[in-house]
Every structure is written in structure tokens, then in C-alpha cells.
């Protein structure tokens, strides 16, 4: 043993670890802190999403839940829309295109 002295080796033991939990909290807090914006992802809806409310969309293989990115448009299920922006659990949808939105009343 280099440090013969168990109380030094406790020491440095305590301050090492001390600074590599810091280190490793500050990259992985970069990752995590990150705006998830994802660019043209593309889902589909598994039921309508109601003006201003909440559907479901198949994404990546699983169902999420979605709401439409503009609150005052309803999205009509099975159609292809695209993922803007996830909050939460939740995904911002835009639908593909322009003839697929069905207005409120419809």
C-alpha cells in the first residue's frame, strides 16, 4: 500500500468519489436538459384526436399519446401525421397534409 494510514486512504477515497459523482451528474444532465425536438418523424394516428384534447398515435412501434399542435384542429384516426415536439409523455402532431384535418362538426 502506497498511504499506509487507513484514515488518508478514506479520505482521498471520499474526495475522489465526491468529485467523479459530480463529473458524471454534469454530462449526463447536458443530455437530459436538452429541448427533445424531433425533425419530420412520422406517426400514425390509432384514434381521432380531438380539437383541444388527446388521442393516440403508433410511434417507433408503440402507442403514444398525442395532441395536435394546433388546439382548434381535429385529426381524423388512421391517417399519417407528423411528430413536431414531445412533452412529457405526450407527442405534438401536425397532420401530413391540409386535406387530411377534419374541422370541428364534420
Known amino acids: ?3 499506509p494510514q487507513l484514515w ?3 479520505v482521498i477515497w471520499l474526495a475522489l468519489s465526491t468529485l467523479l459523482l459530480f463529473g458524471f451528474r454534469r454530462l ?3 443530455r437530459r436538459d436538452r429541448t427533445w425536438q424531433m425533425n419530420d418523424w412520422v406517426a ?3 384514434t381521432s384526436i380531438p380539437a383541444g384534447a388527446t388521442g393516440r398515435v403508433q410511434y ?3 402507442s403514444w399519446q398525442a395532441r395536435a399542435y394546433d ?3 381535429e385529426i381524423a ?3 399519417t401525421v407528423h411528430v413536431v415536439e414531445q412533452q412529457g409523455n ?3 402532431v401536425m397532420p401530413q397534409s391540409p386535406e387530411r384535418i377534419v374541422l370541428p362538426g364534420e
Open 71 to 73: 388546439p382548434g384542429l
Open 77 to 79: 384516426a388512421h391517417q
Open 44 to 46: 400514425t394516428t390509432l
Open 60 to 62: 417507433e412501434g408503440g
Open 8 to 10: 488518508i486512504q478514506g
Open 1 to 3: 500500500m502506497v498511504i
Open 28 to 30: 449526463s444532465r447536458s
Open 90 to 92: 405526450t407527442l405534438i
